[in-house]
């Protein structure tokens, strides 16, 4: 014997089926944030343990790059953070369809406050990410004996004009 789905149950579903969607979009942006604080996090141990040989000096010349890589590892630690609680925020939206349905009361304002509260904790999830992004790449630097070598060998191999 089939089981028979009221209605409007039904229709909750459809409603939640766009928050599942975008759940599941904060989830795959998580796992790229935590793969990125992930990687900063063994640079910054790399970066710390030849450190400690190093002389003085030497180890001067690396403390912008810990700085940054401090930076780097606070702005993509509050992404993540604000991005979980985005989640958090959608599956509340999710509970409230469910249970407004269930006690037979209305709650669209609140589901729109969530929806709006989760997209704006979203946002600046993404500000956090993306400055994350920019001191990565601003801190980013190629040796500059690897930029001359590969120059001198390009204009090794470049073929000479023979008229």
Not at 113 to 133: D, K, P, R, T
Request: aromatic share 4%; net charge positive; charged share 20%.
């Amino acid at each position: 014997m089939p089981i028979s789905i009221p209605s409007d149950i039904a229709h909750i579903i459809q409603l939640a089926i766009a928050p599942v969607f975008l759940l599941a979009g904060i989830g795959a942006l998580l796992n790229v944030m935590t793969n990125r604080l992930a990687r900063v996090v063994d640079r910054w141990r790399k970066v710390e343990g030849f450190m400690t040989e190093l002389s003085e000096d030497l180890r001067q010349r690396h403390v912008p790059e810990l700085a940054a890589i401090d930076k780097r590892m606070i702005r993509i630690n509050r992404a993540v953070t604000l991005s979980a609680l985005s989640a958090l925020l959608i599956c509340l939206v999710i509970v409230t369809l469910f249970a407004g349905q269930l006690v037979r009361t209305d709650v669209s304002n609140l589901v729109a406050v969530l929806f709006v509260a989760s997209m704006g904790v979203l946002i600046v999830a993404l500000v956090y990410f993306l400055s994350e992004i920019s001191i990565a790449t601003r801190t980013l630097r190629v040796a500059p004996h690897l930029l001359t070598s590969k120059t001198a060998r390009t204009r090794k191999k470049a073929p000479t004009d023979l008229s």
